[in-house]
Each structure stands twice: as structure tokens, then as C-alpha cells.
């Protein structure tokens, strides 16, 4: 070991120690946040400053290990935070929803659905949970009936919760959040089919054209300013933009928009989301890479 990395390891022992450094990671572990039921927010930082990953989708596997992959071998940059739900014994469940109980009930929730100001869109969205097909694991769904409006208030509050912790993350100098997700072939794709013209701008199918690697319509990225979506689209991405027109559905992106937070999603296609395979990862690490591309140095 050389001096500088001898000094680098003492000085992970000597923080706080609530700061857990993981072995040879180039991470530390925080503590996590609690947002009651089992549901915590899990947070890893790098060693250096840069955008704030967020995983809402605890089955999302290659999301988790491309983030990991990033750092391990690109550029250790920013916090990764996953929501993830916890069954009393402490087994991680894994799931694509979130729930909390009330009255007795599991309520289920997409945890990309309860960022709206407005109650009523988070209410419907649990309406509409039970119609919900699953995509990757088990998509749990329980009509939450009577309870509808006790349970929207408390997806709304632990959505307050989990915006008001990505914005403690934020670099200061270049903020920016990075979602990271994972989608099956042709479930949701870059295309008017998904993202309707009156609310978003798509690139016209680069992939169609590139002879570049995994340019299908699956692997996309939807950004929430311009100058991203230009340049994404200029590296062949499939990029989608969305338009200040886009209908608040309690999504982060409207959320993001709506504070005027830089925002990238990442969506890649995966065969088995929760049982990565390295091509996939890889993939998605690929992504990373051209999504904080411009990230400046200033906050590195
Ligand atoms: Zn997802």
C-alpha cells in the first residue's frame, strides 16, 4: 500500500463512526433513513461530490450493481440511494412497490407516483394500482377502497420525506438526479406509443440509424432539460424530453421539473432485473457515463 492510500484508509477510520466504509468499496455506507413500516432509504456516498443516483424500485437490480460498477470503475461520484422495504424479520422484500399497512391492510404504492403536491393525483394513483401489471418480481397491489385517502396522505408525506433527502444530496455546484431503472423488452419504450407528443419531445429513433451498441428502443434516456436531451441525442441515445406541458402523474421527473432540478432517467431493458447479467450492467454503466458526461469539474 502507498503512502497516500495508507493515509486515504486512516482517514476512512477516523470518521464518524455512523460512516461505515465497506471493504475495497469506493463507497462509505450511511446510515439509513427510516420512512416507517419497514421502508428505509439506504444511502452510499462515493469519495467524490456529483449527482444523487436514485433507485425507487427495490427490484431493480441492475440499476443497484450499474451504479456500483460506475464507481468501481469509472468514477466514484455522488450518493446512491435506493428505496427499499424491510418485512419485520429483516428480510428485504425486494419489491417493486411500496405499501404501508393501515388498519390491518398492506396498501400498495408505486414509489415513482407520490411526488405530487396535489392529494388527489396520489389517490387515483393507488386507484389505479390494482390494475397495474407486474414487470419485474411480484408487483403486490391491494385497492386501498375507504382507505384511499388516509393512505394517499401517507405515501404523500414519506414522498416529502424521500425529495427532501435527495435535495439534502444535491451537490451544491451541479445538481443533478440521476434515476435509475429497468424495463422488460417492449414494456416501455421511447416512443408516441408511451410518451405522448403533446407532453414530450422524442429524438427522432437514432437508434434506428446508429451502428451503435444497444441503441434499441428500450434503452432510453428522459431528461428535463433541454441541453441534456440535445446532447444525449447527440451521442445516439434514444432521448426523450420532457415538456413543461407534461401532466403531473406524481412522478419525480414533474417533481424535478417543478423545482428546477436537473433530472436524468435511465431506463434500461433487462432480461432478469433482480439476477443481473454483466452485459446488462454494463450497459447501464455506459449510460451513467454519458449521462453525467458534462458533469463540471467544479464538483468533482
Ligand atoms: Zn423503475
Redesign the pocket.
Known sequence: MDRRAFLAQLGGLLLVSRRVSAQNAPWQELEPVALGDGLKLRIRQAQNPGPVFFI??ND?NVAVRSVEQFWRTVQPMGTLIELQQFEPSGRNLELRYVYQTLQGTRIYADP?RIYSANLRITEKKLELGSSETKRCGVAFTTNPGDLGKQAARRFQTIGEKITAILRQYLSITDPLIVAM??NTNDALQASPAYFSERQFELSDRPSAKSRLQNRDLDNFFLATQREDYARLRKLEWNSILQLPTAIDDGSLSIWAAKQQIRYINIEAEHVLCAQPLPRQVGLQVQMIAAAVQNISDASR
Do not use: I, V
Open positions: 425507487p424500485h431493480e415513482n431503472h429497468n
